[in-house]
């Protein structure tokens, strides 16, 4: 069964510190995974995705993960976090169906930022 | 481009009542996805709506049914409910039929049952 496991429940950073959020994700075929973010009181937010190719992606406000199928692992990075940078991530895989995709979350990393 | 709207962004019900809560989707989009999220957990798949059909269905009883409009908007109907259903609804809307295709989420409705 396709599931993402989120290792970290919480993580407090140092402002200017680097990031490294963990996912670790089990599904049958070639994944479609996304990182997503959530403030409080928000909705989701994508910060990036991962289809195809390159298994460094770019996304906003300046996260990268990078695809390790060997690890079966998506890790989200960044260089350095700013205060508003303290969120709920989640990390999810997109498991087909007829039409579309659902998506499976993981629980969600809670970050906090220390100044 | 207008996103992903929800209504309402709040509302408390009491145990066997039953509840609509209703999404509009973004412009160009054609299929509607709905989660729940309890506290302190991550969002879990209800169902997809694609062209006014279900295209999916996670692991949800019955009473939880939905409806999908000729304009893409979409209504989650919750009957008798429980105490468990309290929670945060989001509704996603995605340009469906493109695989991986990129669901974008509303504010979500956030329920209470009493």
């Known amino acids: 069964a396709q599931s993402v496991t989120q290792p970290d429940i919480h993580i407090t950073v140092s402002e200017g510190a680097s990031l490294e959020l963990r996912c670790n994700y089990s599904?049958?075929?070639?994944?479609?995974l996304f990182w997503y973010v959530q403030s409080p009181g928000q909705g989701l937010q994508l910060l990036l995705k991962?289809?195809?190719?390159?298994?460094l992606v770019q996304g906003i406000k300046g996260f990268e993960a990078e695809f390790k199928r060997s690890q079966s692992s998506f890790n989200l990075r960044k260089p350095s976090v700013h205060w508003s940078d303290a969120a709920e991530y989640f990390c999810a895989v997109g498991a087909m169906n007829q039409a579309g995709t659902a998506l499976i979350f993981g629980k969600g990393t809670t970050l906090s930022v220390s100044s | 481009e207008t996103g992903v709207t929800q209504s309402p962004t709040h509302l408390i019900k009491t145990r066997g009542q039953q509840v609509t809560l209703r999404c509009s989707s973004q412009?160009?989009?054609?299929?509607v996805s709905w989660y729940q999220q309890a506290l302190g957990q991550g969002p879990q798949f209800i169902f997809q709506y694609y062209r006014e059909e279900e295209n999916g269905r996670g692991n949800f009883p019955p009473r939880f049914s939905g409806l999908q409009f000729p304009n893409y908007s979409s209504e989650l109907n919750v009957n008798a409910l429980e105490l468990d259903d309290s929670a945060l609804y989001l509704c996603?809307?995605?340009?469906?039929?493109?695989?991986?295709?990129?669901?974008?989420f509303g504010p979500g409705t956030r329920l209470l049952v009493l």
């Open positions: 996603a809307s995605s340009q469906g039929g493109v695989t991986g295709e990129t669901q974008y």
């Open positions: 991962y289809f195809s190719g390159d298994t």
């Open positions: 412009s160009g989009h054609n299929t």
């Open positions: 599904y049958g075929a070639t994944p479609y």
